[in-house]
């Protein structure tokens, strides 16, 4: 599980939360069988995604969908106010270059929309897209929170991953709620974010979230709380069939005679399978769509 900490600082002016993410990014990657570049850009994405949970209602989702130019192909990375995330990539074996020793996840991404859905489970979705302007995940995600939410946002995301699998993925946002933060607050804080750098060398040290915010916002942090995250998708037999139905009748005949039925889930890489009396079944819900 993963764990994550939020809460308030510099006297509620200023909301945060910080994430251990590498359980469920290592979970993300063994489901979809990411290569190391894939895994860096969806692990992320999903720990960007699990970030903002602590700030939805229970059933709503957060969803960040990078409709990218590059050979990754879609970055697609969900949280759900329960305190769990999913996600997927278009092309999960995407080679990708390094630079000064990184995965260079712009080169896969090259450009763009992100495209922001908040779906509270009414009908119509809130809908809202930036440019892809860097491609580097975090700042995209700081990008779209100040031109679309008007949120001065700080964010820093790190996986490090190696071809055996994650060794430290992490995260943390910084939201400034109040306009009433003062020059010399903000400049403290900055200089603390970059005096603090990137937070896989601390979590590789073994770290908690605790203690990044507290090196962070030293005497200034607030309230928080302690929680767990985890890799969790909402698909089940029931929902795999239905995406059957909405298909020709003529495939369905089809995948009949073949007897064979297969939908995999996207998100989480389930394989359901399906006979022959339960595409009746989809034809007969076909008919009552
Ligand atoms: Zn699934």
Redesign the pocket.
């Known amino acids: 599980m993963g764990e994550i900490i939020y809460g308030y600082a510099f006297h509620g002016k200023v909301r945060f939360s910080v994430v251990d993410s590498r359980d469920f990014v290592e979970e993300a990657r063994l489901r979809h069988g990411l290569s190391p570049i894939a895994t860096a850009a969806l692990g992320r994405a999903i720990t960007a995604a699990a970030l903002f949970t602590p700030w939805l209602d229970e059933i709503e989702t957060l969803t960040f969908d990078f409709e990218t130019k590059g050979p990754i192909g879609r970055i697609v990375a969900q949280g759900k106010g329960d305190r769990t995330v999913?996600g997927y990539v278009a092309n999960p074996a995407v080679e990708g270059e390094m630079k000064d020793g990184k995965f260079d996840i712009a080169s896969v991404v090259r450009g763009g929309q992100l495209r922001v859905v908040r779906d509270l489970g009414l009908k119509r979705p809130v809908l809202s897209s930036v440019p892809i302007i860097s491609g580097e995940i975090a700042e995209d995600i700081t990008n779209y929170y100040a031109k679309s939410e008007q949120i001065p946002t700080a964010m820093v995301l790190g996986v490090f991953v190696t071809k055996e699998g994650t060794k430290a993925v992490g995260g943390y946002v910084i939201q400034v709620l109040d306009a009433g933060l003062s020059d010399s607050e903000i400049s403290k804080l900055e200089s603390s974010i970059k005096e603090f750098g990137s937070i896989t060398s601390h979590l590789l040290k073994g770290e908690k979230p605790e203690d990044v915010a507290l090196q962070i916002f030293g005497r200034d942090v607030g309230d928080y709380i302690e929680e767990s995250v985890r890799y969790r998708?909402?698909?089940n037999r029931d929902k795999a069939l239905q995406s059957i139905a909405v298909l020709d009748a003529r495939e369905i005949e089809e995948m009949k005679r073949e007897n064979f039925a297969e939908v995999v889930?996207?998100?989480?890489?389930?394989k359901y399978l399906f006979d022959d009396e339960e595409l009746d079944e989809a034809l007969k819900l076909k008919l009552n769509l």
Do not use: I, L, T
Request: aromatic share 10%; proline share 0%; net charge positive.
């Open positions: 999913r998708c909402s698909c889930c996207k998100w989480c890489g389930k």
